[in-house]
């Protein structure tokens, strides 16, 4: 690892204006993608600003109509939470299919939403639920968010303070782990909401997650099964590796997507 | 010795590994020590046109920055292999020299470039960054038959037979050719072995210290073997007198075979220590480990068998082109040799073609990893099995039953000129198909197929060769009347400390706790072979064995001094020296310490207590061979390919049990390693040459998660070959699975058309091979 100078501002604006003025600097969460990187030589910012001092991106509530975590949390503390248990369940049950305990500690929600990892699974809630992305500066849509494999609608200095959840009437998420990583080879968030059928895939897209519209619609329209039975995958643009032959990514969107339609139904 | 299971309570080692006390070469740091960080290729194949090391040199902390050229300069030698196939009786081939830099060619991802020397670990890291290296790329091939078959440009100019380094050849062409034309059926199939990363817990890592005072080299290291090491780097390398070398492995965080020939960074360290006049530590990161250590396996085969409709075996072909990647290394020549050797198993086949070429590809190179070529025997020789019993409609247990070796034919030379002292083959086939309910089968498919699932099953039957080279082992009496063994096995992992000390406990009658255990130290250690093939309980056992005679012998010496008797009439029984026919005794810890008097008869018979003694293997005495029986069931989901093992029961012969709870573990961990080689690992490279399962994150290393309840069962079955009448256990687990494995799998899924599958039979893989199946692919 490269020398680098840590420290831990206090206000959101003082993050950003340290950002500004640093040669490479990089924001600092939970450093379990961050750290690792700068041991391989992947990174090596001159400057780290850590987070963790900042109140705004602490603690979890419930607004009634939506679950705001702050960016912070920790996967550990999403689990342990009475709150997300209330709101919104599968969140919890998502989170607990995250890496090891190890890592649950230490990795946060908005580090690994910032990080964009095609692989991630956190990408099919905020996509799933059509989460809101609160930053220093702005608001930005889910929708609007995902721009590509680790890259989001994020300026370079923009910090992600907190992300907002709508509650869905119902969600289930379905993943089909790596079996070396663990991470997401597919993983699918079917949620019913207010405004009507929500369903993202992660893991599997060529670039990045994306919602299964044509999923959605056929759900609107009809039962369940019709809308399985209805749908063609075979156009979906998948990521590419040998391991996992496109085919085989696409017929396991169709699985998870039946797995967690499934589980919904219950 | 069965009884030694009711008494075990836990390993002599487990203290210090359960509380972190344990010593491995990254707890070791030697008062100014300075750090080395490696520059290796990013090309697998490039001429190498200069190396800039100026602005590294320049960098923060750095003490030196050394390339091939000092190498030449300062006239250290290259590496040879070990040994070649014609040492055990093959072909001359081409054998690499391997400069421990490279000069003037790299020749895979991760050839050794340059090094870095610096104050720190990071400091060396951030300066090989610096070091600037003009390559200039050439063609790339990566697999074996390509290269032989005229892809890529040769490897190696000097050798005139292009990318092959030699072709083993096996059997009776005449005699086999004959019997597949006379034969009812014959089948054909094409298997594959990847390449597995022995990926140990504890990375290779080593430290070097040259005392200039002195005029000689300490080598901390992590190794299975410390006195082979030493011969390669005193000969080869640096070319000095082996006693001027001191090489000691401490505890070793996992062999797997990876750590029984030295690699280029352990002559490194000591050369970067002569060059700065301070201690050089080098420990791979995982990438590096990934990258730089010697892989396992690597074959692609072309196979026949031949047999009459009754199920009488007549014949075996094969070609097979084993992937030795740039260079042929370390101790590569086994596994090339018992690929072919053991394919017979315990089958009397009457006869065999068997050729198999080593070929030179722009990959790393390939040694031992646990099982070492007897994997890849057993899997053709099962596959063709099995898929022999589908093509006559015969019961696949009853094909093996008709055709195994029977025990009255003992001893039984093979085809391939291997001579079995024991085994009870059919026995065996018979106990580990009841022991998994083989008859309750048809029920448990139906209720499999029930569910939407594909139930298959397999029974296979393995063999292993063990126990090479010769060994030493000594006992030594302190003053006190305590006792060193001091071992030429080394023990990294197994459980040695353990057994040993249960042993000499045992024969001599003392107190384990006043017994103390040394190995890996070539100071301490007159010589030793180390530990690999699954050889230590029977050459160390047998050893110890003798050791503890010759040992007893020279007690009675003082035994008939002090109680004015003759040799001859001593008897040594429980501890006590005593005269036959008479009370008078003296034990033997008394006797011992008489040795240690500065006066008395020590002054007659010569001061202190020890024995020697020596035990032989392969070449030149016969080995052992453990044998055994896997049995394995699946279901498949036929939709999703997804697939869970159901049961699965290992049968070992491990001839006399030493110690049963250390013998099941050795057989657990090595089904784990199989099912690994089986269903998840893979090394895998591009067409570059650029690796591609580098890390853990692409690599699948078994975990719990992966592994079924194993019943595992031993059968003794003594050998005849060793005082002791043990057989090896190291290895047994990892030969059988990978064929248990494939073969449940293939039972389950051959009903859809499928004839066969490569492994590692991933989920993706199998999905994509009924996928194919169906379509009619
Ligand atoms: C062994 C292992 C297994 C894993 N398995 C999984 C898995 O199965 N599924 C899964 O989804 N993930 C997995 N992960 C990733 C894990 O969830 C990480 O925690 C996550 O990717 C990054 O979160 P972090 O808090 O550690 O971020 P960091 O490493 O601290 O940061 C990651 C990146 O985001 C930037 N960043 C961090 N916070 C912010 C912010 N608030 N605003 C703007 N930019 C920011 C950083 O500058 C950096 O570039 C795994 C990780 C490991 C080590």
Redesign the interface.
Known sequence: ???FQIIRPAALSDAVAAFNDAEEAMYLSGGMTLIPSMK??LAAPQLLIDLSGLPEMQGISDSGLSLRIGAMTRWAEILRSDVVAGAIPELARLVGQIADRHVRNRGTIGGSIANNDPAADCPAAVLGLGATLITDRREIAADDFYLGLFTTALEEDEILVAIDFPKPQAAAYAKHP????G?AVAGVMVARMAQGWRVAVTGAGADGAFRLTELEAALQSGPVEAALEKIDVSAIQVLNE????A??RR?LIL?LARESLGRLAV | MNDLRDRFTGRLEDRRFLTGTGRYVDDITLPHQAHMALVLSPYAHAVLRGIDTAEAEAMPGVLAVLTGADVLADGLGPVPPFFMPKMWGGPEGYATLRPILCTDRVRCVGDRVAIVIAETRDQARLAAEMVAVDYDPLPVVTSARAALEGDGVPLWEDNPTGNLSCSLEMGDKAATAAAFAAADVTLHRHFLTPRLAPASLEPRGCIGHYDAGEDRYTLHTSSQDPHGFRAVIARNVLKCAESRIRVISPDVGGGFGLKAHMHPEDALVLWASRRTGRPVKWIATRSEAMMTDTQGRGQEIEAEIALNRDGKVLAVRATAWTNMGAYFWGTATPPFYFAMQLIPNVYDLGAVDLTNHAVFTNIAPMSVYRGAGRPEATFVMERLMDEAAAAIGMDPVELRLKNVIAPEAMPFKTATGMVYDSGEFANMIRKARAAADWAGFPARAEASRAKGLLRGRSLISYIEVAGVMNERMELRFEPDGTLTILAGTHSHGQGHATVFTELVADWLSIPAESIRYVQGDTDRILVGRGTFAARSSMLGGSALLRAKDALIERAKEMAAVVLQAEIADIDFEQGMLKVRGSNKALSLIEAAKLFYLPAGPANLLGIGLTGAGTAAGKPGAAPNYPNGCMVCEVEVNPKTGALTIERFVAFDDVGRILNATLCEGQIHGGIAQGLGQALLEAMTYDEDGQLTSGSFMDYCMPRAEHMPAVDSYLLEVPCATNPLQVKGVGESGAIGTPAALVNAVMDAIRPLGVTSIDMPVTQARLWQTLRDAEAGV
């Open positions: 690892m490269n020398e391989a030589r790596h079996p070396a990583s991470y040998p391991a996992f032959p085919d085989f017929q699985w």
